[in-house]
C-alpha cells in the first residue's frame, strides 16, 4: 500500500522532514529538548523506509495485536553542508535519542585542507559558523564513520551551488552528476538522496530537476515545508527549516504547520515552474 509504513507495532502515514545546519556545543541542550520531542511523537524513517512507504511495499499488517494500531508521524531529520558539527554534535545526540540522520554534503569540500574548506565557503555562499576556527567540514573518514552508524549520506551539489539565474545542463550534470559520483567513490555506497542548495524560490530550476531526475536519485529535497504523503513527488519533496537553537514554543508550532502555511504561496508557484514548463530541444533532454 502506497503511503504507508508498518513500523514498531503501529504505522505511519505521514512524515515530517526537517532540515538543520550548524549545530554547536552552545546548542546542545535546546538540540536535546527537540530530539525528546521526536522521539514522543515520532518515529524515525530512514532511505530504506522510505521507498518502502512510495513504493508500496509495507503491509498494513503490524505486530502489536490491537484492533485499532497506533498511528503516528514519521520524522526524517537532516542536516545541510556537511559540517563538522553534524559529526562531532549532531550524530552522537541523534544516537543517544534513538535516531539516525540524513547528511547532504557538498562533495568537493571533504577532501579540502582546513584552509582550502575556509576558502570554499567564502566562495560558495556556505555560511561558516561563528567563531569556528580550523576546520568546518567532516573530511573522508567521518563521513564514512558516520554511513558505517546507519546514518544516510547524501548530494548537497559538488560546490554548494544554488541553481539561480540561467544554468545550462553542462553546469547542472557537473554540479549534480559528478557529486554523487564522488560521493559514491567516498563511501563505496550508493547514494540516493539529493538536497537543493538554497531555499529561494529562483535557486529552483526545471533543468536541473531533470538532471536530477535523470541520475536515477530516489529522493531529492527542497526547504519548501509540507508534510510527506502519499501523493508527494519522491524527487520534489519539501523540508521544514529548523534551528537547533530555537525556541521552544516556535520549534513546536513551525512542526505543526506554521511554516507549511506560510510557504504555500512560494510552493505552489515553484512546483508549477518545476514540474510543469515545456522543455525547448536547446536544454538537450
Known sequence: MRGFIAKDGGTIRSIRAVAYHNVDNAMIPSFRRQLAHYRRWYD????????????????????????????????IITFDDGLLSHYTVAAPLLEEHGFRGWFFIPAAMPRLSAE???????????????????????????????????????CHTMNHRRFDGHVDRGVAEKEIREAKKALVSLTGKPVKSFAWVGGEPET?????????????????????????GMKSDPLFLHRTVLDADMAYPVFRAKLSGLSDIRHWARRRSVEKRIMMRPFRKSDGF
Do not use: W
Not at 532511505?47 to 512510495?54: A, K, P, T, V
Not at 576556527?133 to 564514512?144: A, L, T, V, W
Open 44 to 75: 524515525n524513517v530512514r532511505e530504506d523506509d522510505l521507498l518502502s512507504f512510495f513504493s508500496g511495499a509495507a503491509s498494513e499488517k503490524t505486530d502489536g495485536g490491537s484492533d485499532k494500531p497506533r498511528s503516528r508521524q514519521g520524522i
Open 116 to 154: 582550502e574548506q575556509r576558502k570554499f565557503c567564502l566562495d560558495n555562499r556556505l555560511l561558516i559558523p561563528e567563531g569556528q576556527g580550523g576546520r568546518i567540514g567532516m573530511n573522508i573518514e567521518e563521513i564514512i564513520d558516520l554511513e558505517s552508524r546507519g546514518h544516510v549520506i547524501g
Open 204 to 228: 529552483y530550476n526545471a533543468v536541473a530537476q531533470r538532471v536530477i531526475e535523470n541520475e536515477n536519485f530516489s529522493f531529492s529535497f527542497t526547504t519548501l515545508s509540507e508534510k510527506i
